[in-house]
């Protein structure tokens, strides 16, 4: 079954610092998408990046960036110089094909972040 | 601004008394989603919509059912909720053309307080 596990319950790091979001996920499916979603405490969950099984390439978006590592499973998230604002919730979610061509996101449990002043 | 919007963004019901959650959509996508979210989880379809055609998840209860009148609205109808079903509800939608994968949308969520 398809399946993401986001082992960090909670991070707490002070301002400046980088931090490293770990993500692993489980699927039989040879084509698959990877996403990061950002759940801020208003809770709308806020898209990222998302990332195909073909495609395991690095990307940075500013002080973001993400390591896709097949080998391992595992699509790790790092936020460089971290800010106040970057506190939330953190969902690595992982698609699941359905039949009529739609995809169901299976999502992990989330890494809640605080980032202190 | 296109967009997915939730209407309440707060509702209150006592238990066992119906109640209905609001989801439009300005981007002109195909399928719609919910998404249950209780306190401190991750959020976990209920069903969705590819057009017409309503998909339900094995596990949704019973008690969850979904209308989708028009392209743009979708509804959430609990028929008796149970304080187990307090939860922040999620609308999400897409424009899948079955080719490839294509970003699902999060409206900001209705938050459920059962009474």
């Known amino acids: 079954a398809q399946k993401v596990t986001q082992a960090q319950t909670e991070i707490s790091v002070v301002e400046k610092e980088d931090v490293t979001l770990d993500c692993v996920y489980e699927t039989r499916d040879t084509t698959y998408y990877l996403f990061w979603y950002k759940q801020p405490p208003s809770g709308e969950l806020v898209f990222l990046i998302r990332?195909?099984?073909?495609?395991?390439q690095n990307e940075i978006s500013g002080r973001y960036s993400w390591n896709f590592q097949k080998s391992t499973s595992s699509f790790n998230f790092t936020i460089t110089a971290s800010q106040v604002v970057d506190s939330a919730v953190y969902f690595c979610a992982l698609s699941e094909a359905q039949g009529d061509s739609s995809y169901k996101l299976i999502f992990g449990s989330g890494t809640r972040l605080l980032v202190r002043p | 601004d296109a967009m997915v919007i939730q209407n309440p963004r707060y509702q209150v019901t006592q238990f066992g008394k119906p109640v209905t959650l609001s989801c439009s959509q300005t981007l002109n996508h195909n399928v719609m989603y919910w998404y249950q979210q209780k306190s401190s989880q991750a959020p976990k379809l209920l069903f969705h919509?590819?057009?017409?055609?309503?998909?339900n998840e094995a596990d949704t209860p019973d008690n969850f059912q979904s209308r989708r009148p028009n392209t743009s609205f979708c509804f959430l109808d609990i028929r008796s909720p149970g304080l187990g079903d307090a939860a922040m509800y999620l609308c999400a939608t897409s424009r899948e053309t079955g080719t490839s994968y294509n970003e699902q949308f999060f409206g900001p969520g209705t938050r459920l307080t059962v009474l």
């Open positions: 990332r195909n099984s073909f495609d395991e």
């Open positions: 919509y590819y057009d017409k055609d309503f998909n």
